[in-house]
């Protein structure tokens, strides 16, 4: 049910006022008042919706009372209708100077009463709506993340949000009327700014694309601000300002500018890392092979048995520190790699030539090598997952003891191989498990043994294949089981 409006009735004679008030009371509430200084203050307490005025009233005339609604209460819209015995057209006129909106000749008929209140009393409807709507607006832009401001031709302020206000570090009454351009634009920046403004404003720019500027804060700091301005037109279609919309976007551009200068360092660290691996490669690899070689002359020319000992001690530990080094390298260069290629390979003659290659190393410490596998196993992989068969057998056979025996196995688990190496050797504890295959992660793990470059290939080159590597305890007694899965063909 809509509320019933509110008619403010203001004449010196009670008859007119009774009058009135029978005419309108069935569909508006009345308010009577006698005199103008007593209409003023019912203006203030009653709030009504429309007022009928008489004009030639003592002490104040309706054309006063009329003036001080207007000037002095700040009430443009408040509909008021003058009823007056005055027909000369220069009282309209006077009445339309102080500010009357209709005017009706004594004696009123109902009729013409009743239409000019409804056709008033539409129109300050339709104008308490777009207030409403208006207000709704502000509000809701005040609570916008970003600032949002209402520029008019002259790049002045005419309103600007509450978040707006918070990010320019200012007062909001401060704010409006206040030059933007002048105001709040880096000095470099003016010139740019106001070419685009002055498209914006003369049509020749209609929209406009994202672009970054800074905007200086009161207290003396600039922020980097995201913008994106478009004109605002009046009911007539005539640019009448620019709205504005900006986002602080200061900590994103600093995020940027850090995160490059991580890129730049990683890029460095990167390039000291080739270097690195190319000083392995050439300037370490060359004096340690040469040494191998003066070792083992040496140990042949020598007749001394503790000395040959000690030569044969001393090569032993420079195989270990070439071993190191080539190590060293190929995880390095696995570790460059982003991605890899994949083809269908025979995992089952892979593993079959890995074990040839490495029948040296197994004869010499007494051991067996058994394969468990169902003929031809074809896998989706890169001919690189060979380096993880190499290094797991590798790995059992230096950790084993002599005469053990290690089990290589094949066996199906779903849309995948998984191939196990089951050793004899002394096994990982459960509580380093975790980090075995971490190179960074086990160098202080005392209960592990080497220096798990070997291991942590391997988890290398599995994270290439998308596929995981596990151990586990020996089931059938001590020593360790390291298995991995791969896709089949």
Not at 171 to 176: G, I, P
Not at 292 to 318: A, R, Y
Not at 357 to 366: A, F, H, L, R
């Amino acid at each position: 049910m809509n509320p019933r409006y509110k008619i403010l009735i203001v004449d010196d004679e009670p008859l007119n006022v009774e009058l009135l008030s029978i005419y309108i009371e069935d569909e508006y509430d009345v308010v009577t008042s006698h005199n103008g200084k007593d209409a003023l203050k019912k203006v203030k307490t009653e709030s009504p919706d429309l007022i009928l005025l008489d004009v030639m009233m003592p002490d104040m005339n309706g054309y006063d009372v009329c003036r001080v609604i207007r000037n002095e209460f700040k009430m443009d819209f408040l509909p008021i209708i003058m009823v007056t015995a005055l027909t000369d057209r220069s009282d309209h006129q006077k009445g339309i100077d102080s500010g009357a909106d209709e005017f009706l000749k004594k004696p009123v008929g109902k009729f013409e009463l009743e239409k000019k209140i409804t056709s008033l009393l539409r129109i300050k409807e339709q104008h308490d709506n777009m207030l409403t709507e208006k207000n709704k607006a502000y509000y809701y832009l005040d609570y916008v993340g970003g600032l949002v401001a209402v520029l008019d031709l002259n790049y002045r302020i005419m309103h600007i949000n509450k978040k707006g206000s918070e990010l320019l570090d200012c007062h909001l009454d401060h704010l409006l009327n206040d030059m933007w351009i002048d105001s709040f634009i880096p000095e470099d920046f003016i010139d740019d700014i106001k070419v685009h403004y002055d498209g914006l404003v003369s049509g020749t720019q209609v929209s406009c694309d994202y672009y970054e500027c800074p905007v200086s804060i009161r207290n003396g700091d600039e922020k980097m601000f995201r913008w994106c301005d478009s004109p605002i037109k009046d009911e007539s279609g005539s640019i009448a300002g620019i709205l504005i919309s900006g986002e602080d976007i200061t900590e994103i551009k600093d995020a940027e500018r850090k995160l490059q200068e991580y890129a730049r360092e990683l890029e460095r660290s990167n390039e000291l890392k080739d270097l690195f691996t190319d000083v392995m490669r050439h300037d370490l690899l060359n004096p340690a092979g040469l040494i191998k070689s003066f070792v083992e002359l040496l140990g042949d020319m020598e007749t001394d048995n503790h000395k040959k000992e000690l030569f044969s001690k001393l090569s032993i530990t420079t195989d270990k520190l070439i071993s190191m080094i080539h190590d060293a390298a190929h995880l390095a260069k696995v570790e460059s790699l982003k991605d890899i290629n994949f083809t269908v390979v025979d995992i089952s003659s892979m593993i079959m030539d890995v074990v040839n290659g490495s029948m040296y190393q197994v004869k010499e410490k007494g051991m067996d090598v058994q394969i468990r596998s169902h003929g031809k196993c074809h896998a989706i992989s890169s001919p690189i997952i060979e380096e993880v068969f190499v290094n797991l057998l590798s790995n059992s056979i230096k950790y084993s003891q002599n005469g053990g025996t290690i089990t290589i196995e094949i066996s199906e688990m779903k849309d995948k191989w998984k191939i196990s190496f089951t050793d004899q050797g002394e096994g990982i504890p459960d509580k380093s498990k975790s980090a075995v295959f971490e190179r960074f992660k086990r160098l202080h793990k005392e209960d592990v043994k080497g220096s798990g470059i070997g291991l942590a290939i391997v988890k290398r080159i599995m994270d290439l294949h998308n596929e995981n590597i596990f151990v586990e305890d020996n089931p059938n007694g001590c020593g360790s089981v390291f298995w991995l899965t791969l896709k089949k063909a």
